[in-house]
């Protein structure tokens, strides 16, 4: 199982409930562009630090990698979607459904087969 390193999870649960939104920058694709432009500096510093991760993640969308974690995603989405806020790629409800599934992954990877 390939899974995005462990703290990236709870950075990006931390960053959509704090409003957080986060996209590549349009004229240079390897560079992370957020909303807003002034961060905490314990968030920026964390984001740059998963930058790598972050744009594949981004680019390349997450596929959940069990039953748990795929039911975790879609149902944080759906309660998003619910709420009226967007679920596209790097939008606060998004940071929180794929930091959580990733959270749910680990833990099951923890737990084993």
């Given at each position: ?10 950075l990006l649960v931390e960053a959509g409930v704090a409003g957080v939104e986060v996209s590549s920058h349009p004229s240079a694709p390897d560079r992370l562009r957020h909303r807003p432009s ?76």
């Open positions: 199982m390939n899974l995005p390193p462990r703290p990236l999870g709870a002034e961060l905490p500096t314990h968030l920026a510093a964390r984001l740059g630090f998963y930058k790598d991760d972050l744009l594949r993640l981004l680019n390349t969308g997450f596929m959940a990698p069990d039953p748990e974690s795929a039911y975790v995603l879609g149902e944080r989405l759906g309660v998003a979607q619910e709420l009226g806020m967007s679920t596209e790629p790097g939008s606060p409800g998004w940071l929180v459904a794929v930091g959580e599934a990733i959270e749910t992954a680990w833990k099951e990877a923890e737990i084993g087969p």
